[in-house]
């Protein structure tokens, strides 16, 4: 079972001047405890629901840039892209950005935008929810396109390319992995199906999980998709530090289940979170298949 960090606020400590050095120092000892994969979100506002939006939040890509020059293991992605954020041709060129400067660490995990605040305050276009995941596949299918040799345009509902030149290509053959995130049973794991190399689900409890993987299976069956071939991934939301044995349980429950990476979340200073999982986590989930 690979552990991920998924660093998800930039408040602690409070000061602006120390994120710099706290999110290296992090990144730094995640890598060297042995964490799999290093993600942020895709917000610009914090979220409401999680803490106040007017609390620190960092662009994503440019984060992963600064945490490409300090690592040289992990693998490196947002949790995940907002599909209206970005052009889809110049997301692929961001992401193959941060692969050929990590050294083929990439991935590219995306989803449907949906925090309405962030993209009304910013001025980001707000559509209906059906156009949100019309647009996902469309960046999906671009997004596989311009990863590959075929530089010819792409003519969408959405989207029209006249060329989809991507120079240099990922170091990342065939190409970054593409992680759909989202457990959304008509739309979202549908996608997985068709486009994706991973699904991230929410770690809400192995039950839930295995519902949603039945879904999927089912979506891979129905489109003719090697449902094996598709990795599965969980974002927990137990908190790992306040129960380690119920947390280790749940682990081992959602690796029976299939799923081969989880990714926690600090509830506290991240430096302190990232050496004490490292202590009394990690070394638990070693034997977990």
């Known amino acids: 079972m690979k552990l991920g960090l998924h660093y998800w606020t930039f408040s602690t400590p409070a000061d602006p001047a120390a994120i710099a050095p706290t999110l290296a120092e992090t990144a730094t000892l995640a890598e060297q405890a042995g964490f799999a994969s290093f993600t942020v979100m895709d917000h610009y506002f914090q979220m409401e629901a999680q803490a106040p939006a007017e609390e620190p939040m960092l662009e994503a890509y440019t984060t992963l840039g600064y945490v490409a020059a300090l690592t040289r293991r992990m693998t490196l992605g947002v949790l995940v892209t907002g599909v209206m954020y970005r052009h889809p041709g110049l997301l692929a060129k961001i992401v193959t950005t941060l692969d050929v400067l990590s050294g083929g660490r990439a991935r590219l995990g995306i989803g449907a935008s949906w925090y309405e605040r962030e993209q009304r305050g910013l001025g980001v276009p707000v559509v209906?929810?059906?156009?949100?995941?019309?647009?996902?596949?469309?960046?999906?299918?671009?997004?596989?396109?311009?990863?590959?040799?075929?530089?010819?345009?792409?003519?969408?509902?959405?989207?029209?390319?006249?060329?989809?030149?991507?120079?240099?290509?990922?170091?990342?053959?065939?190409?970054?992995?593409?992680?759909?995130?989202?457990?959304?049973?008509?739309?979202?794991?549908?996608?997985?199906?068709?486009?994706?190399?991973?699904?991230?689900?929410?770690?809400?409890?192995?039950?839930?999980?295995?519902?949603?993987?039945?879904?999927?299976?089912?979506?891979?069956?129905?489109?003719?998709?090697?449902?094996?071939?598709?990795?599965?991934?969980?974002?927990?939301?137990?908190?790992?530090?306040?129960?380690?044995?119920?947390?280790?349980?749940?682990?081992?429950?959602?690796?029976?289940?299939g799923v081969t990476e989880v990714q926690v979340m600090p509830d506290r200073h991240p430096v302190e979170f990232s050496r004490r999982v490292a202590d009394e986590v990690l070394p638990r989930l070693a034997d977990l298949g």
């Open 128 to 257: 209906p929810v059906a156009e949100r995941f019309e647009r996902l596949e469309e960046t999906l299918r671009i997004c596989r396109q311009m990863f590959g040799d075929d530089n010819g345009p792409f003519e969408g509902r959405h989207y029209r390319l006249a060329e989809t030149l991507n120079s240099p290509q990922p170091l990342r053959r065939p190409h970054p992995p593409i992680m759909i995130g989202g457990g959304g049973e008509r739309k979202t794991l549908l996608l997985v199906a068709r486009y994706a190399d991973a699904c991230n689900l929410f770690g809400s409890s192995p039950d839930d999980v295995a519902h949603k993987l039945d879904v999927l299976r089912g979506h891979c069956a129905a489109e003719g998709r090697d449902y094996d071939a598709i990795e599965k991934t969980a974002i927990m939301m137990r908190p790992p530090l306040a129960d380690v044995d119920a947390f280790v349980a749940d682990v081992a429950a959602y690796a029976a289940l």
